[in-house]
């Protein structure tokens, strides 16, 4: 398996009201945030994002990205769950000559992407990715994969691994200790599977992963 490495350090923190979205979550509004429409990136904060628009705040972690993995003009990265395209926009930014693509299964977030992404981005499920095998040169999943149930987890990182030959990154969501899985689980609305460190590992495992990975733990 590759290594564990913290590769959005450079992401800007954003401030979380864990008590009012505790207050505010029920099974409608947790209905309606699974559906990753127009409520879930530009809706009211308790849906999601309360407003997901581009302010290039990915450009150093593009740059991060480029630097890891030593990526170079015509290589091939693909973004699974990619949302809006801030993100694949960012990576051709950094690296001009990059071919950068992206997935996300909202069409929502497709129809309102970046102009410079149009022709870039696909709809489509990361359980199931319609590419060849090593169809690129590294594959990113950020915040994303915890959005499956554990069966399907498994398969959408072996599916990572299948385009990748294991140059990939991912990051979910955790928490190390019973008082960030409190916190995470006040805030989490869409994470249909979630675990300590270990039991992401073995989901890595079974999927046959070796990419690089992290985690997102809210802690504040």
Not at 20 to 35: C, Y
Not at 55 to 70: E, K, M, T, Y
Not at 167 to 191: C, G, K, L, M, N
Request: proline share 4%; charged share 25%; hydrophobic share 40%.
């Amino acid at each position: 398996m590759g290594k564990e490495i913290d590769l959005l350090r450079s992401l800007p923190q954003t401030k979380r009201n864990i008590q009012k979205r505790a207050d505010a979550k029920d099974p409608t509004v947790v209905a309606i945030a699974k559906q990753f429409g127009q409520e879930y990136w530009d809706g009211d904060r308790k849906y999601g994002y309360g407003g997901y628009r581009y302010d290039g705040r990915w450009r150093p972690v593009a740059r991060d990205l480029i630097a890891h993995f030593g990526l170079k003009p015509g290589m091939r990265v693909l973004d699974v769950g990619c949302g809006k395209g801030f993100l694949v926009k960012d990576l051709m930014l950094e690296c001009p000559g990059l071919e950068a693509f992206g997935l996300d299964i909202s069409h929502y977030a497709l129809m309102n992407c970046e102009k410079e992404v149009i022709g870039r981005l696909q709809l489509g499920s990361a359980v199931s990715l319609p590419f060849p095998d090593a169809s690129f040169d590294c594959v990113i999943s950020l915040n994303t994969i915890h959005n499956l149930a554990r069966a399907d987890a498994v398969v959408a990182m072996r599916e990572i691994q299948r385009l990748s030959g294991g140059r990939a990154f991912v990051q979910v969501d955790s928490y190390r200790t019973p008082e960030e899985r409190e916190i995470a689980v006040s805030w989490i609305i869409t994470a249909r599977f979630h675990d300590y460190p270990d039991g992401w590992l073995k989901v890595y495992a079974e999927a046959g992963y070796t990419g690089d990975y992290y985690w997102t733990i809210i802690n504040r």
